[in-house]
């Protein structure tokens, strides 16, 4: 079974410091991995898209990482602020492309002044 | 330019009742998607549809069907709603299904069965 894991699933830091959030997968063949930020009760908006060929990549604060061998990617966040409070979703594309996404459950992230 | 909408935003029904979701694709979008996030959990597959055809399907029954305009919009349908049926219902689109593209969320809709 396909699965993507997420961990922690629950995280407090306070504004101003940096963490890292895991993600751990079986998808197989893998193509893609995405990191997604979702707002309670909103759709989840995309932070980074990453082929199997690529092993990081940022998006202003936040910073993604691949390792495709050990199937684990992280998603860190620098200098975090209080709209950072949201959870991240990590999704694995199955084949190429957009089709048939897999998400992990997500790690709720509270950011706290 | 218009983003995905979905509508309606909220929506109560009762057991056995039957639902219409509405979706419109970015502009520019052919392939919409279809996903169920109970409360707490990660977005689940429930369809896909590229060119006014089922292209892939999650582990849905046969309770829930869809259906692509030509204009790219989608519904999702539900019929013989189930309390386990409550949930944000989130659309997504895209261009053309084997793109690497991300996928833009709606702000979905959340169906409340009762």
């Known amino acids: 079974k396909n699965q993507v894991e997420q961990s922690p699933q629950s995280l407090i830091i306070l504004e101003g410091k940096n963490c890292t959030l895991q993600c751990n997968y079986t998808v197989s063949p893998f193509s893609n991995l995405r990191w997604y930020k979702q707002d309670t009760g909103r759709g989840p908006v995309s932070l980074t898209i990453?082929?199997?060929?690529?092993n990081t990549k940022s998006n202003g604060r936040y910073t993604a990482t691949l390792d495709a061998d050990t199937k684990q990617s992280s998603l860190h966040i620098t200098a975090s602020q209080l709209s950072d409070s949201a959870s991240y979703i990590c999704v694995v594309s199955l084949n190429f492309g957009n089709e048939k996404l897999t998400f992990g459950t997500g790690t709720r992230l509270t950011i706290i002044p | 330019d218009a983003g995905v909408t979905q509508s309606p935003t909220h929506l109560i029904k009762t057991r056995g009742q039957q639902v219409t979701l509405r979706c419109s694709p970015k502009?520019?979008?052919?392939?919409v998607s279809w996903y169920q996030q109970a409360l707490g959990q990660g977005p689940q597959f429930i369809f896909q549809?590229?060119?006014?055809?089922?292209?892939q399907r999650g582990n849905f029954p046969d309770r829930f069907s869809g259906h692509q305009f030509p204009n790219y919009s989608s519904e999702l349908n539900v019929n013989a709603l189930l309390l386990g049926d409550s949930a944000l219902y989130l659309c997504a689109s895209s261009l053309r299904v084997w793109s690497t593209d991300t996928q833009y969320f709606g702000p979905g809709t959340r169906l409340t069965v009762l």
């Open positions: 502009s520019g979008h052919d392939t």
């Open positions: 990453m082929t199997f060929s690529e």
């Open positions: 549809y590229y060119e006014e055809e089922e292209r």
